[in-house]
């Protein structure tokens, strides 16, 4: 028997994937029918084994019955012949009212092969279809429905696609509520109609096992019957068929009919929804304290990035609602200017929020972001794993709640919304494992192109550092499965092909721009500790529940780069499940890749811990290549978050369906011990410096004018960057000299954080952060005149803070006069002829 299961009238094909997927179980005997199906009184004898089993589910179709029969007779007798086990036809009367079951007893008395099982009970076509399809006796079992819209002939077609690539069904069905289905998560299905599934083939014991595992009762049994097809890891191929209008139908009948699919659609997908409600409580949670005072509270392990990211959301905005390059902007780094594409500005999405951010203000739009996408991602994590690796749903669940809440991303999620948001990665990884398996690598190849392209307005780094896992993922399997690996590698080369051709011209431009356009870079200086210490891969972040802040600030670059802390009992847990089911070859490759990762994560050199040793790393072979000179190196251990998510669901799923009730227990309690100590915590988060009533009043206004930029004391960097978030409460008004962005410094253009240092701009952080002012000489007035000059400075604002007597008195001196107070700042005008 074949393996496969072809649906429908698109030319579409959805299987599992060519690397990872579960062994295809062997069909299972056709389960006896469940006792709420046993409502149809008995069968006729049971004539043996046929070739064809045709089901017809009828209600009151006795205007319509009699004619389906013979058409079905007379094709099925010319072409499969008129012997006793050729064929049969099984109808289903589902109750009816009329004399529909009186005429298929008239025609079954006339031809011994014509069938009748009635119910006593009206509960609906999907009932119908069960009990027919599990009373049937056919090696392949075709349903149609009473009114003949599509006629016998088309069952050729289906027979065709059933033989073709050991495919195991063929099915027709309508287009009707096609969006919703699909919206609801179930693809790969062309739609319900207001009855059945119209016309489909199926392999007869795929079909019998499919319709007992079956539990809806009404129209949308379709989308329950080839969802579970799907899991089991059976293909399914469509194919357009002629399909006419049931003009004798009842319209009352079709309209209660599509109110009860909607129902059971929402039904079969509750168990989805409520996956997608945890995601999003366990989400809110997280940033629960951001969102109880969005005016007033900022993120405390956030350092400056909730200002730079709230920045970014509003100058997109600004950019976009003034018809001005979305690519650029002079609003900081005065007069240079930051080249927003390469920057993290995910325009992906402060594009498309733009109406939120007009309305409800940056900050929201920030919170929105990070809560939905976490959980978004989440659930792109979890349908990847229950669609393509295991049966439970809640063990795909824990899977996908481990890739998105892992401890480095919650480390993340204090600022940076790129390594958060990462719904796009598991869509990108299936469209790849589709295109591995060679049916339609044109579509597959441009939706990845489509997805890939996305991803870079999302987050580069993310989406480079997951190529890279992809990549050694595919080597590793190349090991474990070589003849399945390179039978891959062909159509998948081809996709890729198709894909690039997609991505280049969409992506020409916008790169261009960040490689060549101004204020672009090279090569972003991280220091030389980039790299995870081998202890960070075993301790617990600062925000994990048995996390100890100390110890994790002293292993990190800082509150937003703890990008590993698995702790020891979950790197434990994985290793003891690649023991347990090393057999399966995507356990082997999962090892291989999550070893590397780590491996990669710990830098060109890894110290080893207590001693003064350092070795050579294998990041050193990366470190001076293009896009991957630019990494932080100890991201790279964030791979291991899917990988483990993956390990836990398969173990959770074997876990489960074992029959020994202690040993099922034991297996539980492990992995709880090992995800206990890494559950997130919510956010930390402190009271947000307020904004000087200078900016908020708009006093600003009379000392900045158009063109000129406001200089605040410190100016904005990657240490202090309050001010950015005076310009996004003016709406942009003014721009600011100095800046929290990346940009290029020197004449290899180098980047940096922040604006290129200026003599002026040290001297103002010096002094503000406790050195003491130097003595001002003409040489430093003159340096103080160049640099205002060279920022175009309108007015230089001091606000009211710690050590300001000192600042103040000492910019006087520089510019040679007092300043104005004017509400809680310090102005000195410096405009053209002022200074």
Not at 184 to 210: K, S
Not at 450 to 456: E, R, W
Not at 667 to 694: H, K, N, T
Request: hydrophobic share 50%; aromatic share 8%.
């Amino acid at each position: 028997m074949t393996d496969t299961t072809a649906t429908g009238e698109a030319a579409a094909a959805e299987a599992p994937d060519a690397a990872g997927a579960p062994e295809v179980p062997a069909a299972p005997a056709a389960p006896a029918v469940p006792e709420e199906a046993e409502a149809p009184r008995a069968a006729p004898a049971w004539l043996g084994a046929v070739g064809l089993s045709v089901v017809i589910p009828a209600h009151d179709d006795a205007h319509r019955i009699g004619p389906t029969l013979d058409a079905f007779r007379a094709h099925l007798d010319a072409r499969l012949g008129s012997g006793p086990g050729d064929w049969e036809l099984v109808v289903v009367d589902d109750a009816s009212t009329d004399a529909t079951a009186a005429l298929v007893e008239a025609a079954a008395a006339d031809e011994p092969r014509i069938r009748l099982i009635r119910s006593e009970d009206h509960r609906g076509s999907g009932a119908a279809l069960r009990a027919g399809v599990l009373a049937s006796a056919g090696d392949r079992v075709l349903l149609a429905d009473a009114g003949l819209r599509t006629p016998p002939t088309g069952l050729d077609r289906l027979e065709q696609a059933l033989g073709e690539g050991g495919q195991s069904t063929a099915a027709a069905l309508g287009r009707s509520g096609n969006r919703l289905v699909r919206a609801l998560g179930i693809p790969g299905i062309p739609g319900f109609r207001t009855g059945t599934c119209g016309f489909a083939l199926f392999d007869g014991d795929r079909a019998r096992a499919a319709f007992g595992a079956s539990a809806l009762d009404g129209p949308a049994i379709d989308a329950e019957v080839l969802r579970w097809m799907r899991r089991q890891g059976w293909q399914v191929a469509e194919v357009p068929v002629r399909r006419t209008p049931d003009r004798a139908g009842r319209p009352r009948r079709a309209a209660g009919d599509r109110r009860r699919a909607l129902a059971e659609l929402f039904r079969l997908n509750a168990g989805g929804l409520a996956v997608a409600a945890v995601f999003t409580a366990l989400s809110a949670y997280v940033f629960h304290g951001l969102w109880a005072n969005l005016d007033g509270r900022y993120l405390k392990d956030a350092l400056q990035d909730q200002n730079q990211w709230e920045w970014f959301v509003g100058v997109a905005t600004d950019n976009i609602t003034h018809l001005r390059n979305p690519l650029f902007t002079t609003a900081q780094g005065m007069p240079d200017g930051v080249n927003l594409m390469a920057n993290a500005t995910m325009l992906g999405l402060t594009v498309p929020l733009i109406p939120v951010t007009v309305l409800f203000g940056e900050t929201v739009t920030f919170a929105l972001v990070l809560t939905l996408g976490m959980a978004a991602s989440a659930w792109t994590w979890y349908w990847l794993i229950r669609r393509r690796l295991v049966q439970s749903r809640w063990a795909a669940a824990a899977g996908g709640a481990l890739a998105a809440f892992a401890p480095p991303m919650v480390s993340h999620a204090n600022g940076h919304p790129n390594f958060v948001v990462l719904f796009m990665l598991p869509l990108i990884i299936d469209r790849a494992l589709r295109l591995c398996e060679g049916r339609n690598t044109v579509r597959d190849g441009v939706l990845l192109g489509l997805f890939a392209t996305y991803q870079v307005f999302l987050g580069e780094e993310p989406l480079l550092i997951a190529a890279l896992g992809m990549l050694v993922f595919s080597l590793a399997y190349l090991l474990v499965d070589r003849p399945r690996a390179l039978a891959a590698a062909r159509p998948l080369g081809r996709g890729l092909a198709v894909a690039a051709g997609v991505c280049v011209p969409l992506l020409a431009f916008p790169l261009y721009w960040q490689f060549f356009g101004p204020q672009s870079y090279h090569s972003v200086l991280h220091g030389d500790n980039a790299g995870n210490s081998p202890r960070a891969l075993v301790e617990y972040a600062a925000r994990s529940l048995f996390g100890d802040a100390e110890t994790a600030g002293r292993l990190s670059l800082n509150t937003t780069e703890q990008n590993a802390f698995y702790g020891w009992p979950l790197l434990a847990l994985g290793v003891a499940v690649c023991v347990w089911m090393w057999r399966r070859r995507v356990v082997r490759a999962l090892a291989i890749t999550g070893a590397a990762a780590l491996a990669l994560s710990l830098g060109p050199w890894v110290p080893v811990p207590r001693t003064d040793v350092v070795l050579p790393g294998p990041w050193r072979l990366m470190v001076k290549l293009p896009l991957f000179e630019s990494v932080i190196e100890g991201r790279v251990a964030m791979v291991c978050a899917p990988v483990l998510g993956v390990l836990i669901a398969l173990a959770l799923d074997r876990i489960v369906r074992t029959r020994t009730r202690e040993l099922r227990t034991l297996g539980l309690l492990g992995v709880a011990a090992a995800l206990i100590p890494v559950l997130p915590l919510p956010l930390a988060v402190r009271e947000r410096a307020p904004v000087p009533a200078f900016i908020t009043s708009g006093a600003w206004k009379d000392y900045v004018k158009d063109g000129e930029a406001l200089v605040p004391v410190p100016l904005p960097d990657p240490g202090q960057a309050d001010a950015l978030h005076w310009q996004v409460e003016a709406d942009f008004g003014f721009r600011l000299a100095g800046g929290y962005f990346n940009g290029p410094w020197g004449p290899d253009r180098i980047g940096i954080y922040g604006a290129t240092p200026r003599h002026l701009s040290n001297l103002l952080r010096d002094v503000r952060y406790g050195a003491q002012p130097p003595e001002i000489t003409p040489q430093w007035r003159e340096q103080a005149r160049q640099d205002l000059e060279f920022w175009k400075a309108g007015a230089v604002v001091l606000p009211f803070q710690d050590r300001g007597v000192e600042l103040r008195d000492m910019i006087s001196e520089l510019l040679g006069r007092q300043p104005l107070k004017v509400e809680d700042a310090w102005v000195w005008r410096v405009g053209p002829g002022q200074v």
